[in-house]
């Protein structure tokens, strides 16, 4: 998937073609406050302001008690930008907005919006200080217990599309009984499995402060009985031996260097069972002579900046996986989320 600039008639047709357009300027001064406006019009609760009718500018300005001015030029950012629709002297929330900004929908993206406001946004002013050193922020080791919060949320945001998919095309042993899920504190994955599977159980290990702000979540989704948590550290802790038949790794491989993803692997080949499987879920790095990646791409600077790791090739993810013993199963790219796939390998 590309972000790309579409002209709207032949003389804009024309001046991209004939290379007269500064995209640059587009992408240094345009896209910035594009992002800024939608983070800040849903940390403000102006899209929820709007779930259950059409509003003017000034009926909206007195509700969430903002500026009439400055909020009549958010509104008209966010209109170009498909968020609204104007008539009539009102906005609605168009079709898209509902389905993906509102908090109640499954698979709304609010909390992630929020977490990028209040925590994220203020990381890339670190981006210039990464490329001299290459050092990270590590942000899991500064996270206050605020942040902590804000992220959890931003977790269950990131994966309520994801979650379906993974549910559905996840390349588990139907007689599967156990699960490892490591560092999935919201328990999504391991819930959509569970229901998919009956006699699966599943352990979430993950860091303490993790499930200390998930926990929540994951009770709401009534599943207690058979998805629970395991405090601990990836890194550190032993995993067993011969106890699962499904190990995931999910949006965790991009926090870790080559060397500590290895030995999670080297983990994760003594735990499986005989015929188990190791599912590596993450944002996928393109490989430079292919084709241009946006998404891909993004995500492995982005990670780099705050883990200091990024994302990897597909073939070093099985590397990881042969080298611990394992045989490579299958690769799923999902369909509902660019540049994001499940590379998977058994235990024979």
Not at 252 to 270: I, R, S, Y
Request: proline letters at 6%.
């Amino acid at each position: 998937m590309q972000l790309t600039i579409t002209p709207e008639n032949p003389v804009e047709w024309f001046a991209l073609k004939a290379n007269l357009v500064p995209v640059p300027l587009l992408h240094a001064q345009i896209m910035p406050v594009v992002a800024k406006a939608v983070l800040e019009a849903s940390d403000k609760g102006v899209f929820e302001a709007m779930k259950d009718k059409p509003q003017s500018v000034d009926e909206l300005a007195a509700h969430l008690q903002l500026h009439p001015k400055a909020l009549g030029e958010l509104m008209g950012l966010l209109t170009a930008l498909d968020y609204f629709h104007y008539e009539n002297g009102r906005f609605a929330l168009t079709r898209m907005a509902r389905r993906f900004v509102l908090k109640d929908d499954a698979m709304s993206v609010h909390g992630m919006m929020v977490f990028n406001n209040r925590v994220v946004w203020e990381w890339m002013s670190h981006l210039g200080d990464y490329l001299k050193t290459g050092q990270g922020i590590q942000y899991h080791e500064t996270l206050s217990k605020e942040q902590w919060a804000y992220y959890q949320q931003a977790m269950v945001a990131a994966t309520g599309t994801e979650a379906r998919e993974f549910g559905r095309r996840a390349p588990v042993p139907k007689s599967a009984t156990r699960m490892l899920d490591i560092g999935g504190s919201h328990g999504q994955h391991s819930v959509v499995l569970c229901r998919k599977l009956p006699a699966l159980r599943s352990t979430i290990l993950d860091l303490p402060p993790a499930i200390e702000q998930s926990a929540p979540f994951l009770a709401r989704q009534g599943m207690g009985d058979r998805v629970g948590y395991q405090p601990g550290n990836a890194l550190t802790d032993d995993f067993g031996t011969d106890q699962f038949d499904i190990v995931l790794l999910s949006s965790l491989a991009h926090h870790f260097t080559p060397e500590q993803n290895q030995l999670v692997t080297n983990k994760v080949a003594k735990a499986l069972r005989s015929g188990g499987v190791f599912i590596v879920n993450e944002f996928i790095r393109p490989d430079i002579t292919t084709k241009p990646d946006l998404v891909g791409s993004s995500t492995d600077l982005f990670y780099g900046l705050s883990s200091t790791a990024g994302n990897y090739l597909i073939d070093e993810i099985k590397h990881w996986q042969t080298a611990a013993g394992l045989k490579p199963h299958k690769v799923v790219h999902y369909r509902t989320i660019p540049s994001r796939a499940m590379v998977v390998a058994r235990k024979p």
